[in-house]
């Protein structure tokens, strides 16, 4: 399932909004906030059988920074843009 961001989500997001705090705050703000309050669900998955090419496409064309990789529905990994930089310099 892909989540779709529109260009102005940036000027609304919570780390645009974290980062207007001051020192004080944002920690205040780091010590009260549960992962599951910031975190993004339904997120875009790829299977681990899947062409390496594909997972490329999907990552550029969204402009992600990792993909989580599954088999059936458990999760087994995830796919980040160092792995495709390890990749390319072995």
């Not at 309050?37 to 299977?47: F, G, N, Y």
């Not at 997972?55 to 992600?64: M, S």
Request: hydrophobic share 40%; aromatic share 6%; net charge negative.
């Amino acid at each position: 399932m892909r989540e779709v961001r529109r260009k102005d989500d940036l000027a609304h997001s919570p780390l645009e909004i974290f980062l207007r705090y001051n020192k004080k705050m944002r920690k205040q703000a780091l010590a009260n906030t549960k992962i599951e309050e910031i975190m993004t669900r339904d997120v875009e998955t790829i299977a681990a059988d899947a062409p390496i090419k594909e997972a490329a496409n999907i990552l550029l064309e969204n402009k992600y920074g990792c993909l989580p990789v599954i088999e059936g529905n458990e999760l087994v990994g995830i796919l980040t843009e160092a792995d495709f930089v390890r990749y390319a310099a072995d």
